[in-house]
């Protein structure tokens, strides 16, 4: 199974990528009305947000050799890619959510002088980022401007990445005034029917922000939960989080030895589900698919180990209790 997500991330990030510098507004038409988003950097290229999640994915299991044993040339050569799919998907929360996967990944599976290296390198390549973004003479012509604003003020400005994150706030102040209103069951799904009340353009911008919070739009997983369903929905949501992220954090450290596999697969969930709470914080909903994928995968792989664990108790028991059947004729 993780072959095949490995092998789907690089088919769709060698599908995607090419696709970016073509600049094609007919290629964004159809693929929108496919379902995928489409937006663009500022000199026009596409910009697929889905190919930081592949990108993602695909570097994570390469971190990982037991999960897909290829040659180590090829191993960097993918990686490189991977890293270049989360850069031009140009989301700040795909670089973050990386770089959050990647150090958890290196922390659970003990690594910490990989670790220690890995926070060096980050922290010198955000430093390089706010260093070129706040000096350097560059135009929004170049495109690539997006993973500079997330350490970088003046290019956060000159981008829309700061407006961008205006809007979420708007949008999540207003939430919490609603969560307030209604913190122990919500106010459900629905309510376009009140938002969606407007003529002209300048009654749709004042309407905007009541559209998107009815929608769902909140750009923050928790607070549109909580918004619909109320807060002990997250609390309860959290709690199964952490449990399950907690037991997969031990299990990779118990089963290093007696299995493995098992072990090198929990650290891979482990690893992304750091990283969702980025994601979710920044945009992703709770219902993700990505996010319950990796959450069943955990639970299934504890069940995997308590399963033979009672297949191996019993046996043991019952060959250490039973006795010779003189033994019993003698004791009756």
């Not at 600049?23 to 964004?28: G, I, P, Q, V």
């Not at 770089?99 to 670790?115: C, E, G, M, P, T």
């Not at 309407?207 to 807060?231: K, M």
């Not at 709470?277 to 995968?297: E, K």
């Amino acid at each position: 199974m993780v072959k095949w997500m490995a092998w789907l991330s690089c088919g769709f990030i060698l599908l995607f990528i090419p696709l970016v510098f073509t600049k094609s507004f007919a290629l964004e038409l159809w693929l929108s009305r496919l379902g995928i988003f489409v937006g663009n950097f500022d000199n026009g290229w596409l910009r697929f947000v889905a190919l930081s999640g592949f990108g993602i994915t695909l570097v994570t299991i390469l971190m990982i050799p037991s999960l897909w044993r290829i040659r180590p040339s090829i191993r960097v050569l993918l990686m490189a890619m991977g890293g270049a799919a989360v850069l031009l998907g140009g989301t700040r929360s795909g670089l973050l959510t990386l770089i959050v996967s990647i150090l958890s990944l290196l922390a659970v599976r003990r690594q910490f002088l990989r670790l220690a290296v890995a926070v060096l390198l980050i922290a010198v390549t955000l430093g390089t980022f706010h260093v070129i973004g706040e000096t350097a003479r560059v135009s929004p012509s170049f495109g690539m401007l997006r993973p500079f604003a997330l350490t970088s003020t003046r290019i956060a400005t000159m981008t829309d990445a700061a407006s961008t994150w205006e809007w979420r706030q708007v949008r999540w102040r207003r939430a919490v005034e609603e969560i307030k209103a209604n913190p122990l069951i919500g106010k459900g799904y629905g309510g376009l029917e009140n938002a969606w009340i407007f003529s002209t353009s300048e009654e749709f911008g004042r309407a905007s922000v009541d559209i998107d919070i009815a929608a769902g739009g909140v750009h923050n997983g928790f607070l549109a939960s909580a918004y619909a369903l109320g807060i002990p929905i997250i609390v309860l949501f959290l709690a199964a989080f952490t449990n399950v992220a907690w037991r997969a954090g031990l299990q990779v450290e118990r089963l290093r030895r007696s299995d493995p596999v098992l072990s090198d697969l929990q650290s891979f969930v482990f690893a992304n589900l750091m990283g969702s709470l980025v994601s979710i914080y920044i945009g992703t909903d709770l219902n993700s698919a990505t996010l319950w994928f990796f959450l069943a995968l955990g639970v299934l792989i504890c069940q995997m180990e308590e399963s033979r664990s009672r297949r191996i108790a019993p046996t043991t028991t019952t060959s250490q209790n039973v006795l010779p059947q003189s033994a019993l004729v003698e004791s009756r």
